[in-house]
């Protein structure tokens, strides 16, 4: 017990002096080792010993910062925030961060709930920038008085405080958004969601259930293969992911625990488009599309669902006429697109926005018609300008002599800004092999019969096909982590730049833009298809299918944690299903 003792003290003094740096320490006691570890952070120092002060005390000159969400977009943005200038409030109904690509293997015990998810406070503790977490949900923005109506999430007897309202001088809204259902009947009422980690624990105790109540000696046989009918709608990469979770989870650990009714599982893939996986590389889709086929995954295309009871699924078969055909289940998931938060349509209609979808925000993510709100990830997208639409200005800027004609070199000083500030143009040269906008002029009648200048027509000629590639990023946690990043930055960098303009010129204004805009930098994406194989798209074209990209995607996931605890946590869990199985257990 000594031993046990001294190991607490050394425990604690790790925690209460955080300024010491980075230890690892191995303690043999009686035969055993015991781990102390402790990440300092030399920047936060004597922490404990500042006074406290009140809100009417903190500096004037502090803006305050308002985020809302702890998802991958807000999480990003606490993360890279370094300017101790801003104040920062973060509002969430979760108190923690969740590594949402793993939420299908928790469904089915290979990695455990809290493997994957961290306290926001770890994070908030850790910055130099003054942080504070409230636990609620916002119900309304008001964008005109800079404030925000927020309910307590916390479940107890707050007296009627529950509500309250907090001000701010720059608001990041990253909440996320809600799953799509296309207001299909019955879909609320009856299918699961794989959105937050309290659903990915539902669908596990729900698969248990009904290997449970399929065992059960009253049960006929036609109920039983109801029960055990696993109906999946959607075919992108959650439904594809958990549809081949599913199928290791039933094949390898539960036909052990329930041989009665192994023979009566089924699994049922629902998709209306034509191919499941249409977002990856074609040969991605075709070997999603066999392997499903070889392990025995039904995989229905061109099934559109129309209607959901509690007991049957109707599907409307596109490929047969619109014949409606009903699939009995027992359990379902349904992970179709996602949807727009009643708080968030209420404030899109505020600032006229009310026919979009989602909130529209420019290059620089700040929603249209609000200098003072920025939005990022899932509950927004970036409402890119077209180069026709500025044609008329970028030539009257490039035409530095007024001439009413441009040469060469006037063309070519302003390249650089026409591709930083209109991505399109990029991806256009890309995809016509073109070196650079200098090659646009190949396709102009004038400067190929040896011209030296451009006219109006002829510069429209040149650049009229390039806002063909425009289109909208996707709604993942790859985009929305890096928007955090980048928004972080630019406030980090927020008084520099306004006396010091980094971005590309104003083609309607003066000077430059203070920043340069949003990039997405696509650095791939993984389809875990079972069977320890799992497919890879990578930049360049590059795909691999296999159990090599498995461990890719292995090493991955482990280092996109957000903290050396949820990377042991996670590690862990992998080597224990390795050796014993998933947890079957129904807690």
């Avoid at 770890?122 to 005109?144: G, M, P, Y």
């Avoid at 991605?284 to 025995?296: H, P, V």
């Avoid at 980090?492 to 104003?506: A, Y």
């Amino acid at each position: 017990m000594r031993g046990f003792a001294f190991f607490n003290r050394v425990s604690r003094a790790f925690h209460d002096y955080a300024s010491v740096p980075k230890v690892l320490v191995v303690v043999a006691v009686s035969g055993c080792g015991l781990v102390a570890y402790a990440e300092a952070n030399p920047e936060r120092k004597l922490a404990s010993s500042a006074p406290v002060l009140t809100s009417a005390e903190v500096d004037n000159k502090k803006k305050k910062v308002v985020v809302l969400g702890t998802g991958w977009a807000g999480t990003s943005f606490l993360r890279n925030l370094k300017n101790p200038d801003y104040e920062v409030h973060v509002i969430s109904p979760r108190n923690y961060f969740a590594f949402t690509p793993l939420l299908p293997s928790v469904t089915c015990g290979t990695v455990e709930a809290r493997s994957i998810v961290e306290p926001i406070r770890n994070i908030a503790r850790k910055k130099t920038v003054d942080v504070q977490f409230s636990e609620a949900a916002c119900l309304k923005i008001d964008a005109v008085n800079q404030k925000i109506y927020c309910r307590s999430n916390v479940e107890n007897n707050l007296n009627g405080q529950e509500e309250f309202v907090v001000d701010y001088d720059y608001l990041i809204v990253a909440v996320g958004a809600n799953v799509n259902t296309f207001n299909t009947p019955g879909v609320v009422e009856n299918c699961h969601f794989l959105k937050e980690v309290e659903d990915a624990q539902k669908i596990r105790r729900t698969v248990i259930d009904c290997f449970e109540r399929a065992s059960l000696p009253a049960v006929s046989e036609e109920e039983r293969k109801r029960i055990l009918h696993f109906a999946i709608v959607g075919g992108g990469p959650t439904g594809v992911e958990f549809a081949a979770a599913l199928h290791d989870f039933v094949n390898e650990d539960l036909v052990k625990l329930y041989p009665g009714v192994k023979d009566l599982v089924k699994i049922t893939l629902l998709e209306a488009g034509d191919h499941i996986l249409n977002m990856f590389d074609k040969r991605i889709t075709a070997f999603a599309e066999e392997k499903f086929q070889r392990d025995g995954i039904n995989v229905k295309t061109g099934s559109m669902v129309v209607k959901v009871t509690e007991k049957e699924i109707f599907t409307k078969e596109l490929k047969n006429g619109g014949e409606v055909s009903t699939i009995p289940y027992g359990m379902a998931l349904w992970s179709t697109g996602v949807g727009t938060r009643p708080f968030i349509r209420d404030f899109m209609s505020q600032v006229g926005q009310a026919n979009r979808r989602v909130l529209a925000t420019d290059e620089w993510l700040r929603v249209e018609g609000c200098d003072k709100v920025y939005a990022i990830g899932d509950c927004a997208t970036i409402n890119q300008r077209k180069v026709m639409e500025d044609i008329a200005a970028i030539f009257r800027k490039a035409d530095k002599d007024n001439s009413g004609t441009l040469t060469v070199e006037e063309y070519k000083a302003v390249i650089n800004d026409i591709c930083e500030r209109y991505p399109q143009v990029q991806v256009y040269l890309k995809s016509q092999q073109m070196k650079n906008m200098v090659d646009l002029l190949k396709e102009t009648p004038d400067v190929s019969k040896g011209s030296a200048e451009l006219n109006i027509e002829d510069f429209k000629t040149a650049l009229s096909k390039v806002d063909s590639q425009m289109k909208n990023l996707p709604a993942t946690a790859q985009v929305a982590a890096q928007q955090g990043v980048y928004l972080a930055k630019c406030f980090n960098r927020m008084e520099d730049c306004e006396k010091n303009p980094e971005g590309p010129l104003r083609f309607r204004g003066e000077g430059r833009h203070r920043f340069r805009p949003f990039r997405y930098k696509h650095l791939g994406q993984f389809a875990p298809l079972g069977g320890e194989q799992t497919a890879a798209q990578l930049p360049g074209d590059w795909v691999s299918i296999g159990h090599s990209s498995q461990w890719l995607w292995y090493s991955v996931y482990t280092s996109k944690q957000v903290s050396w605890r949820n990377r042991a946590l996670v590690v862990t869990d992998w080597v224990r299903r390795f050796i014993w199985g998933r947890d079957s257990s129904r807690i």
